[in-house]
């Protein structure tokens, strides 16, 4: 027996399970692939080594490479894009972390208040969920992102277009600015030199600009784990989880088990009502099952397994929204061909947006060569000049949209850095005919296997209309940035951003969770990651509203099942960059706290305040809560006379 | 088992029968028509047709590789679009696919492999082969077709597992004989698919995506529920994956990536060498020089929210 149990160690279950070890909890966490313990030294960051989904070493299957993928059936030309292992698909992610549209929630009155999927609105205020946004966002940290020659030329497009810059956390209108980013922003040498040599911590701390968002971040090398740039939770809330008991008085380690896949929710009927007993779980390895027992467990294997798993337990699904609602942003893809260096792919896998209220956002993306290649042919509109599969557009962009193919195609792949990415994300609608169920397809080791239905050219007018124009609205940026030539590719469902399957909502008739995230069937049973998301947020990226869900989630867990007090208002959070983390991970003595430690500096001994633009974000959310003043000296977090470009108040 | 005149063309539309005749050049025999024992006779005959079905396999794939990503070879040669610089097979795009679908990319082992030959052999029911065609086949061959057909839609029928890679390959012909029979004829290429024209390859991906085009459709209609819409799905998935694949696996580092050294490449891999990529490494890398600032001189922003800024302004 263990307090609570939490399945999936990916984006949103790592924040469940730190968060409630940090109270003290006892958390077991099963994971369903591998625990990349030494990227460093494995992980190559070659694209069919890496990517490639059936046998990369970020895929959607057992650490074993010699063994299959695990399949899911998408009855339509489309992709899942997800990882299993610890980090889960934030093993992929650009750490972008923008909050969600204030329209998305319930109680939005501004003017603009029609324009979202008002039926499916989240069950409570934006205002009501700030903090917890703040909480994670110090957290992991996520800072604004630093710009290299791609985000240059997505602002020139931006303000070619007349749109206003926008700094702030918040989107308020139509509006372009740097992303903010769930990576640790260049110091030292990062950023200002090739040489590999130059390139190890603490020499350089932060992103290196390598270019591999995708593929898993290892730099800086020789970076303490929890001190890598990018803050897949891998790097930051795993490591912090696996050391509570280290860096936070009372708090208590959790037991990760990796390569531990769960097949069944334990449940018993009490009286009128079904209540969680545990979970049984095999061994990927061995074949061994094995049961666990808790009064609590939450699902976070995300938003295709968590139905999956709901059916596989024959748990019960009274109003037949288990797996339903399904939202992924109906991303397309937009190409400008630039006659001079755009820096495609170098830097951060994306820095630079543009917000749509209502509408959605578009966003740079950088690209190495083979998924560049993959995005131009991914597409559900045929090929441009032969055939377009009933689809073929004309717009904004050159031509038809469509794959590109043959001399055109390879002229345009020519020069990987004279391309400008631009990612259509769709501010989607919850439709019941978008959902995960059960296949006829075999089952394998884990039971019947998911099916994943699309139903992409049928979706609600207001989704379309966005697509189409944001499609728009991409390539005038594009041409407005000075592309030569632009493409629209009309991408079928790419199964990416991933939002809602087993969603939180106001209604009993329509959602699957109550407002604290408990499952409104089954007593104790939570979800915890973006299955739980009510809608797709209105088009930002959701990972970080994910992570504030898990937490305000983890906090009524604490409250409900563990008489405990929530803490998001009252405590002050600790960063996953903070040297007391630093020296848990690299099992060395907590640092005296009399002596600097704390600050966001490396516990290395080499002294360096390389960590400046964290210290500064983290200064940002401190002042605030202590009503606007600083809390030290200069501002009681950084050093900001090393933190190279500093741009706070205070010098 | 009657073999019927829709098996014989099931054959030749996917090739096999192209693969035969090759393999009979090459002095492959088979058994006389309904021999006894058929089932004994899967697995020897299989082994003497295999390097044929995997040159079918790969002629299908390489031409279909040449079609996204041209180069000198010889199958862009045949297809009337080549370019000077190195393309799909040079970077053995083909190995790559194949290999992927063979370890189970697209699931079409057990049910959907048996589904899937069963509605293509079905399909092919109504659609006359052109007597010119099987004449150039060869006649002697027919015999061995019919114990050959009877074998494989045993084999259709059975547990064993038929290759994706292959299936794959047969789809691709079949489409290709619908756009062009003469392709049925093994030359160059086995895979008929390989001997089409550039436009025509465009057209056999046209009658495979486009459902009004009638292939997908004739596979759903000949399948019972609940595979149905099942393998319709499967085959938009599968087609649209083999093109996103294709250019994938062109630009990667496949053919020069050495997993007993896998940190650094045997040599510079055509994918990188054709897009500009990392010109002269053959490493990862670990960073670039393209730190330029912050936009604005803005490295900290707040919440607009919580200073009454939260309601949305747009004019």
Same mark, same amino acid.
């Given at each position: 027996m263990t307090d609570v149990i939490v399945i999936g160690a990916g984006a949103g279950g790592a924040v469940v399970a730190k968060e409630l070890a940090e109270r003290g909890l006892d958390v077991l966490v099963l994971e369903g692939g591998p625990h990349h313990t030494d990227p460093e030294n494995?992980?190559?960051?070659?694209e069919n080594d890496c990517t490639e989904l059936t046998r990369g070493y970020l895929r959607y299957g057992p650490g074993d490479r010699s063994k299959p993928w695990w399949l899911r059936e998408t009855p339509q030309n489309s992709l899942i894009w997800q990882v299993s292992g610890v980090g889960g698909t934030t093993l992929h992610y650009y750490g972008n972390n923008p909050r969600a549209m204030a329209g998305t929630f319930m109680g939005y009155d501004g003017a603009d208040k029609d324009a979202y999927d008002t039926a499916h609105p989240f069950p409570f205020t934006y205002e009501s969920f700030i903090p917890y946004y703040e909480w994670v966002e110090y957290t992991l940290p996520v800072q604004t992102a630093a710009m290299g020659t791609k985000e240059a030329v997505f602002f020139r497009g931006c303000e070619g277009l007349g749109l206003p810059h926008n700094a702030s956390k918040d989107v308020t209108k139509d509006s372009f600015r740097a992303q903010e980013n769930a990576i640790l922003q260049p110091g030292g040498t990062a950023g200002t030199t090739t040489d590999s040599a130059e390139l190890v911590f603490p020499k350089a701390t932060g992103c290196t600009f390598c270019g591999y968002c995708f593929q898993g971040c290892i730099e800086p090398r020789n970076a303490p784990r929890n001190l890598k740039a990018k803050r897949s939770t891998d790097n930051s809330y795993i490591p912090m989880a696996m050391t509570a008991s280290q860096w936070r008085p009372g708090g208590k380690d959790i037991t990760l088990v990796p390569d531990a896949f769960v097949v069944k929710i334990l449940h018993e009927v009490l009286g009128s009502e079904t209540v969680v007993t545990g979970v049984r779980w095999r061994d990927v390895n061995t074949g061994d099952v094995h049961e666990e027992t808790a009064p609590v467990v939450v699902m976070a294997g995300g938003c295709v397994e968590d139905p999956r798993l709901w059916f596989n337990s024959d748990l019960p699904n009274p109003n037949g929204w288990v797996g339903k609602g399904f939202t992924d942003h109906f991303f397309d893809w937009v190409i400008g061909v630039f %006659?001079? %260096?755009?820096?495609?792919?170098? @830097?951060?896998?994306?820095?630079a947006r543009a917000d749509f209220p209502g509408r959605g956002g578009l966003e740079n993306v950088g690209l190495p060569p083979a998924i560049q290649a993959f995005s131009t042919q991914?597409?559900? /509109? @045929?090929?441009r000049g032969l055939y377009g599969n009933g689809l073929a557009r004309t717009g904004e962009w050159d031509g038809d949209s469509g794959r590109l193919s043959g001399q055109e195609f390879k002229r345009i792949m020519s020069n990987v850095d004279n391309l400008l990415n631009i990612l259509i994300i769709t501010d989607d609608d919850v439709e019941e005919q978008n959902h995960v169920g059960l296949s006829t397809f075999p089952a394998d080791e884990h039971g019947p296997i998911p099916k994943v239905t699309f139903k992409a050219r049928n979706r609600s007018a207001r989704t379309l209309a966005n697509r189409e124009w944001l499609a728009n609205k991409g390539a005038e940026l594009a041409r407005a940035a000075g592309a030569k030539e632009v493409y629209r590719i009309d991408w079928p469902p790419l199964i990416l951003h991933v939002q809602s399957t087993m969603r939180m909502g106001h209604s009993a008739d329509d959602s699957v969770l109550d407002e604290t995230g408990e499952a409104r069937f089954v007593k104790g049973l939570f979800i915890g990651d $973006?299955? /739980?998301? +009510?809608?797709?947020? @209105?088009? +930002? $990226?959701p990972t970080i509203t994910s992570q504030a869900l898990a937490t305000r989630t983890a906090e009524f867990i604490f409250q409900k099942y563990f008489d405990g007090d929530p803490w998001v208002t009252t405590d002050t959070p600790i960063q996953s960059i903070d040297d007391r983390v630093t020296a848990a991970v690299l099992g060395q003595d907590q640092p005296d706290p009399d002596e600097g430690g704390g600050r966001g500096l490396p516990a290395t001994g080499a002294g360096l305040p390389v960590l400046g633009g964290a210290a500064i974000a983290a200064a940002a959310m401190l002042r605030r809560r202590n009503g606007g003043e600083a809390p030290g000296s200069p501002d009681g977090v950084h050093d900001c006379t090393a933190a190279r470009d500093c741009a706070c108040k205070h010098h | 088992m009657t073999v019927t005149l829709s098996r014989r063309n099931f054959l030749a539309r996917t090739g096999v029968l192209g693969a035969m005749a090759v393999a009979a050049q090459g002095g492959l025999r088979l058994p006389a028509a309904h021999a006894q024992g058929a089932d004994d006779l899967l697995g020897p005959i299989f082994s003497g047709l295999n390097p044929a079905l995997q040159q079918l396999g790969i002629d299908a794939i390489a031409g279909l590789g040449c079609f996204l990503v041209p180069g000198p070879d010889d199958y862009s040669v045949q297809q009337g679009l080549t370019d000077e610089r190195p393309g799909a097979f040079a970077a053995e795009n083909h190995n790559f696919l194949i290999n992927i679908l063979d370890f189970d990319f697209v699931p079409l082992s057990d049910t959907g492999a048996r589904a899937m030959t069963q509605a293509l052999v079905t399909a092919t029911t109504d659609i006359g082969l052109p007597q010119e065609i099987i004449d150039a086949l060869g006649p002697e061959l027919l015999g061995g077709a019919d114990s050959f057909d009877d074998l494989i839609i045993q084999l259709a029928e059975s547990d064993q597992t038929i290759p994706t890679g292959l299936v794959i390959a047969m789809y691709l012909n079949f489409a290709a004989s619908q756009v062009n029979p003469a392709s049925l004829i093994p030359s160059p290429f086995t895979a008929p698919f390989a001997n089409l024209t550039w436009e025509e390859k465009g057209a056999a991906l046209q009658a495979i995506e486009e459902q009004h085009a009638g292939t997908i459709d004739m596979l759903d209609s000949n399948l019972p529920q609940p595979v149905e819409v099942t393998a319709s799905g499967l085959i938009k998935f599968a087609i649209g994956a083999l093109l996103e694949y294709v250019g994938f696996g062109t630009y990667t580092e496949y053919a020069m990536f050495d997993p007993d050294n896998p940190m650094v490449l045997k040599g510079r891999p055509v994918g990188w060498e054709i897009s500009g990529?990392?010109?002269?490494?053959?490493t990862s890398g670990d960073g670039w020089d393209e730190f330029i600032g912050y936009y604005g001189d803005v490295q900290d922003v707040e919440g607009s929210w919580q200073r009454g800024e939260g309601v949305l302004s747009n004019d």
């Open positions: 494995t992980w190559t960051r070659f %006659d001079e %260096d755009t820096g495609s792919s170098k @830097g951060v896998g994306s820095s991914f597409s559900d /509109a @045929g090929i $973006n299955a /739980a998301l +009510p809608n797709g947020i @209105g088009g +930002p $990226n | 990529f990392k010109p002269g490494d053959l």
